[in-house]
C-alpha cells in the first residue's frame, strides 16, 4: 500500500501525466488574433448550497470557516468520519472566493496528531468533478489511489483533501491551487473538533497535486506566515508552463483535450488577460462546450486527435505578452519565493511529461537560498513517454512516507543540495 501513496491512476481510462506537458503550449496556441468574440464558458454552478459563496464573503479573512458539515462514512476509508469544510479564500486577483476542503479523521484520533494536506490531482472542468464530491460518486480517479491514503490513517494522521482548483474550476491555474491549499489548511486548524489546531502539518502530492503543493510551499512565507509547516513532499511536479509551450507547438498531442482544458480553466481564472474563446473558430467552441462541464475521461475523449491549430482561426503563436504572462505566472520555476519549511522532491531524469530542466533548475535556486532540499531521482522503469511519469510516482512514493513521518516526528530534515 505504502508504494501507491501519492499514486496517479495508470490505466488507459484515465491519463493525468500526460496533460501536463502539453497544457503550456495549447493555452498560447489559443491565444491568436482573430475579429471574432466570445465569452468565457464556467462551469454550472454547484447544485448543493453548501458550496455556495455567502453573501457577507468579503467580510472574512483568508482561511475564515463559512461552515461545516457532516458526511456519511466512506467504505474505502474503514472507520475514518468525514467532514466538508468550507472557507474563505482567495483568487489569482486577491479576489475573496469560497473552497473546500473535505477532512478524514481516523478512528481514535489522539487530538494533536499529525495533519496532512493531500493535493490530489484534479484534471476536470466541472463542479460534480469536485475531490469532495469524487470520493462519493464512484470516480475510478479517487477510488482507484485514495484508499492508500489508510496508511497514514491507520498511523493516527488526519487528511486534508482540498478541491483545490476553486469555485469556477480553474484548471492550469497552479498559483490558486497553493492559495487554497494553505487556506484550506488555516480553516481545519480553527474547528476544535477536529482536533487538529496544534497538529504538525505535512504537505504532499505527484504532478498536478505536486503543482499545488509546490505552490502552497512556496507561497506559504508571504501569504500564510503564520502557518508553521512541518514539511512538503512532492513528485513529477512541472515546474514551468513556459518551457513546454515553447517544446510544442500547435500539432496533434495525445491528450490535446486536457491541454484545451486547461486553456479554459486559465481562460476562467484570467478572462480578460488571457481571452482563450474569443480566438477559437466554430469547431474549437464547440469542443469548448462538450468540455465545459466534463471530468478527466470526458474531456480526454472529447480532445482525441485534435490540435491547437485546429480550433483557432489563426495560426500565428506566442503573439500575446498578456497570455505569456499568464503562463509566467503560475510557473513555479519564474516566482521569486522560496519555502522556508524543508522539502522532499523526487521525478524521474528521463521524464517526457515534464520539463526536468525546470525541476532541477527550481532546487537548486531553493538550495542556495538555504532551503533544506533532498530531492531524489527515479530510475526509469521502462523507456516509454508515459511510464516514466507514473512508474516515478510509484517508485518515490515510499520514501516520501517515510521522509513526512520523520518531519511529523520533528527529525532534523536531511538534505542533500
Known sequence: MI???????????????????????????????????????????????????????????PGDVLG????????????????????????????PIAATTTVLTPFGQR?????????????????????????????????????????????????????????????GAARLGGQITLDGIRAVKQLSALGVQHSPTVLAGYSGGGLATAWAAAL????????????????????????????????PHRSFGLAMAAAIGLEREYPDRLPVSSYLNPRGLEVREQMANSCANEILTAGIGGSAGEYVTDTSIFDSREARSV???????????????????????????IPVESIENTVRRWCAAGVRVQTQRMPAVVPLP?????????????????????????EPAPTNC
Open 3 to 61: 508504494r501507491q501513496f501519492l499514486l496517479f491512476p495508470g490505466s488507459r481510462r484515465s491519463r493525468p501525466a500526460r496533460t501536463l506537458s502539453a497544457i503550456g503550449g495549447v493555452v498560447l496556441g489559443l491565444l491568436l488574433t482573430t475579429t471574432a468574440t466570445a465569452e468565457p464558458l464556467y462551469p454550472r454552478p454547484d447544485p448543493d448550497p453548501f458550496y455556495a459563496a455567502p453573501a457577507d464573503l468579503a467580510a472574512h479573512q
Open 68 to 95: 461545516a458539515r457532516a458526511l456519511p462514512p466512506l467504505a474505502i476509508f474503514p472507520g475514518a468520519t468525514v467532514t466538508l469544510v468550507k472557507f474563505r479564500s482567495t483568487n489569482s486577483h486577491g479576489a
Open 111 to 171: 487530538p494533536g496528531g499529525p495533519l496532512l494536506s493531500y493535493q490530489h490531482f484534479i484534471n476536470a472542468l466541472g463542479t460534480q468533478c469536485a475531490v469532495s464530491h469524487a470520493l462519493y460518486s464512484g470516480d475510478r480517479n479517487v477510488t482507484v489511489t485514495m484508499p492508500t491514503l489508510n496508511v497514514v490513517l491507520a498511523q493516527g494522521w488526519s487528511v486534508a483533501l482540498p478541491d483545490h482548483l476553486g469555485p469556477y474550476f480553474a484548471f
Open 220 to 251: 506559504q512565507p508571504s501569504y500564510a506566515p503564520e502557518l508553521e509547516l512541518a514539511g512538503a513532499a512532492f513528485g513529477g511536479a512541472p515546474m514551468n508552463m513556459v518551457t513546454m509551450a515553447e517544446a510544442l507547438g500547435l500539432g
Open 327 to 353: 503562463v509566467e505566472e503560475n510557473s513555479l520555476e519564474l516566482y521569486a519565493g522560496v519555502p522556508e519549511t524543508p522539502i522532499f522532491e523526487w521525478h524521474s531524469p528521463d521524464d517526457k511529461q
Open 386 to 410: 508515459d511510464v516514466d511519469h507514473l512508474s516515478a510516482a510509484v517508485l518515490g512514493a515510499p520514501a516520501a512516507l517515510l521522509w513526512l513521518d520523520a518531519r511529523v516526528r520533528g
